[in-house]
């Protein structure tokens, strides 16, 4: 079983939609839960991070990690073409600073 | 204030040379980490690294492949006798290292390397 597992996609939806992608890990010592997105052939930029269950909001981006489920998720409401990239949902243990990365997530958002 | 620097952004070997990839961390971080990104599989750690010592190489493979963080300098991912399999991009990251937001981890935007 792999430690994050993300909902592969590829997704596509019309601009404007509310667009939900989803992680899922096995590991109860995360800590930190980030998301990042990805253009194709760039480095992964930091969208989001939390520590804590709950919603955390940014703009269009929300934030949500259920603890006691192990789920994490981020929402994005009124999509944008430019939104279209690959999500890449990431864990923080609490020992140590490796990130443990989801497969990620390609998305399109079409005009 | 510029991000994570790497370089070079493209480096093409053939097998059996040597591959050097270069990381400037952000300004103000102490901390730097290497992944790798094979075609069509999810980015994966190989080491961690502060000022002139290694934290965590659990990730590396355990031979050809050497990284450091001198006390001057960008810190180096090193492959020795590339092979096709190495093929791949290389993602350097940096963190702060204290604070609230010292394991948050910014990414340069990689070294695809090609191995003909």
């Known amino acids: 079983q792999k430690e994050v597992e993300q909902d592969p996609g590829p997704l596509s939806v019309p601009e404007g939609a509310i667009v939900s992608l989803n992680c899922t890990y096995s590991?109860?010592?995360?800590?930190?839960f980030m998301w990042y997105r990805q253009y194709s052939r760039k480095g992964p930029e930091l969208l989001m991070y939390?520590?804590?269950?709950g919603n955390k909001e940014d703009g269009r981006f929300t934030a949500q990690v259920d603890k006691s489920s192990k789920y994490i998720s981020l929402f994005i409401r009124d999509s944008q073409p430019s939104d279209s990239a690959t999500y890449l949902c990431?864990?923080?243990?609490?020992?140590?600073?490796?990130?443990?990365f989801g497969e990620g997530t390609q998305l399109t958002v079409n005009p | 204030n510029a991000g994570v620097m790497q370089n070079p952004r493209h480096l093409v070997r053939r097998r059996g040379q040597e591959a050097r990839l270069r990381c400037s961390p952000m300004?103000?971080?102490?901390?730097v980490y290497w992944y790798r990104q094979l075609p069509e599989e999810g980015l994966k750690f190989m080491v961690y690294?502060?000022?002139?010592?290694?934290?965590?190489e659990s990730g590396m493979p355990k031979e050809r492949f050497s990284a450091e963080f001198p006390k001057e300098g960008p810190s180096i991912l090193r492959i020795q006798q590339v092979v096709r399999g190495d093929s791949a991009a290389y993602f350097c990251?940096?963190?702060?290292?204290?604070?609230?937001?010292?394991?948050?981890?910014?990414f340069g935007a990689g070294t695809r390397l090609s191995v003909l």
């Open positions: 990251a940096s963190s702060p290292g204290q604070g609230s937001r010292g394991n948050i981890q910014y």
């Open positions: 690294l502060q000022k002139e010592n290694i934290i965590d």
């Open positions: 300004k103000g971080h102490s901390h």
């Open positions: 590991n109860s010592a995360f800590q930190y």
């Open positions: 990431a864990i923080l243990e609490t020992s140590g600073s490796r990130l443990t």
């Open positions: 939390t520590y804590s269950s």
